[in-house]
Structures are given as structure tokens and as C-alpha cells.
């Protein structure tokens, strides 16, 4: 069984800065990617930024140059800094984990930006 949890969301005035985590524990796999989504209301899913094994990174374009993934020095950790956050920032963050026996998600985090 593979859990994440994720943490570090809450409510931020816009221009602000949030930095999200992500650990995962339990009998993981051999790890080909963590990813970080978001769910705004009535919107779907989407792909915020991931981080490859190797430590390649890609970013949404609307998050370009202000958020930042990276690894965690303990294993299986991932982090997500958001800077210069704007109210259409505004969802549910997840993490998820890809690995060789599929993709696990974390329970989400929530991530309010007022103006």
C-alpha cells in the first residue's frame, strides 16, 4: 500500500508565497515521475509540474518562472514553491506519484490566493 499526503496549502494573499510538500511512504516502487495537479472549481484536473527521475522538470506555462518542483533530501518526498501567487491559483492541489506498477494521488491540499 502506497500513501501520500500532502501539506502546506492554506489561504495567501495574491503576490504571496506558499511551498507545498509531499511524502510518500509505505511499499513504493521503483519511481518514474512525482507530478503536482490542480483542480480549481468546475474546471478539471491539470498538470502543474512534474519531476523525472533523472530531475528533469516541466511546467504548465502558466506557472513558468513563478512555481518550483524539486526533491526532498529524504527519500520519496517532492516539494512545490509558489511564488508570486495569483487568485487564479485557486484550486485543490494534489500529488501524485508515477511508478512502475501505476500512479498513486495524495489527498489534496487546498490552495486559496484572495486578491
Known amino acids: 500500500q502506497v500513501q501520500l499526503v500532502e501539506s502546506g496549502g492554506g489561504l495567501v494573499q495574491a503576490g504571496g508565497s506558499l511551498r507545498l510538500s509531499c511524502a510518500a511512504s509505505?511499499?513504493?516502487?521503483?519511481?518514474?515521475?512525482m507530478r503536482w495537479y490542480r483542480q480549481a472549481p468546475g474546471k478539471q484536473r491539470e498538470l502543474v509540474a512534474g519531476?523525472?527521475?533523472?530531475?528533469?522538470?516541466n511546467y504548465a506555462d502558466s506557472v513558468k518562472g513563478r512555481f518550483t518542483i524539486s526533491k526532498g533530501n529524504a527519500k520519496n518526498t517532492v516539494y512545490l514553491q509558489m511564488n508570486s501567487l495569483k487568485p487564479e491559483d485557486t484550486a485543490v492541489y494534489y500529488c501524485?506519484?508515477?511508478?512502475?506498477?501505476?500512479?498513486?494521488w495524495g489527498q489534496g491540499t487546498q490552495v486559496t490566493v484572495s486578491s
Open positions: 501524485s506519484l508515477i511508478t512502475t506498477r501505476g500512479s498513486y
Open positions: 509505505g511499499s513504493i516502487p521503483s519511481i518514474n515521475a
Open positions: 519531476i523525472g527521475s533523472g530531475g528533469t522538470t
